[in-house]
């Protein structure tokens, strides 16, 4: 009697991933879950132990997804960069440009980041290696905000690592969540050249306003 088929996870994730990010974390149940993956519903109990447990690798497995491919490019923006000076504000344009790249192939990953809230997903119940995976991925995300700001100003403090976060988190967000999260053609998400460069440039008019070094009140 040949052995029973053992169901690929990861295509059991993917399929969470894009149910997540079209029908937010309420609407995703188990029986609709195994039926788009086509497993049974006792394979997601017993893979991951609950719903809410798979959700969570959902997300945690985009955000790690996401930091990786941010680090790779600030890493090639640094290298093809001809002085420091360039080096450190194409850097900082490279991490904004992530959720560009990142949309390109895994729109679904993409849309599921920017609508809807970790904590979701997230809940107090959170498994103590999945709390740990969590806050490894915030403290990576904060170092690699601290570093672009010591790239660019040779600082590191608070209000530094504000501007770097308005350059990397808030205009990314402000300009690309339409395209991200609107339909396409082919299913997937498109941001074009001209909004790129529109990011690029207003990611290099707020660096070129250096940080405060106090705030008043």
């Not at 029973?4 to 994730?13: A, E, F, K, P, S």
């Not at 788009?36 to 959902?58: C, M, W």
């Not at 997804?65 to 093809?80: C, D, N, S, V, Y």
């Not at 969540?177 to 790129?196: C, H, K, M, Q, Y």
Request: aromatic share 4%; hydrophobic share 50%; charged share 20%.
């Amino acid at each position: 009697m040949p052995r029973r088929r053992v169901h690929d996870l990861d295509r059991l994730l993917d399929v969470a991933e894009r149910l997540t990010a079209d029908l937010g974390a309420a609407g995703v149940t188990v029986r609709g879950l195994a039926t788009a993956a086509d497993v049974p519903n006792g394979t997601i109990y017993h893979a991951f132990g609950s719903l809410n447990a798979l959700l969570a690798q959902v997300w945690l497995r985009a955000a790690k997804a996401f930091l990786g491919l941010q680090t790779e490019l600030i890493e090639q923006a640094l290298a093809a960069a001809p002085d420091p000076a360039t080096a450190a504000r194409d850097a900082v344009v490279a991490a904004a440009m992530t959720p560009a790249v990142f949309a390109e192939g895994r729109p679904a990953a993409a849309r599921l980041l920017l609508t809807v809230r970790r904590e979701e997903l997230l809940g107090p119940d959170l498994p103590d290696a999945d709390a740990d995976a969590l806050h490894g991925l915030d403290t990576q995300l904060v170092q690699v905000l601290i570093r672009l700001a010591q790239l660019v100003w040779g600082r590191r403090d608070r209000h530094a690592v504000d501007v770097i976060t308005t350059c990397v988190v808030d205009l990314p967000t402000a300009l690309f969540r339409r395209a991200i999260t609107g339909p396409a053609v082919d299913g997937s998400s498109v941001i074009d050249a001209e909004l790129r460069q529109r990011l690029a440039a207003a990611v290099r008019a707020v660096l070129a306003i250096p940080p405060i070094t106090t705030r008043k009140g």
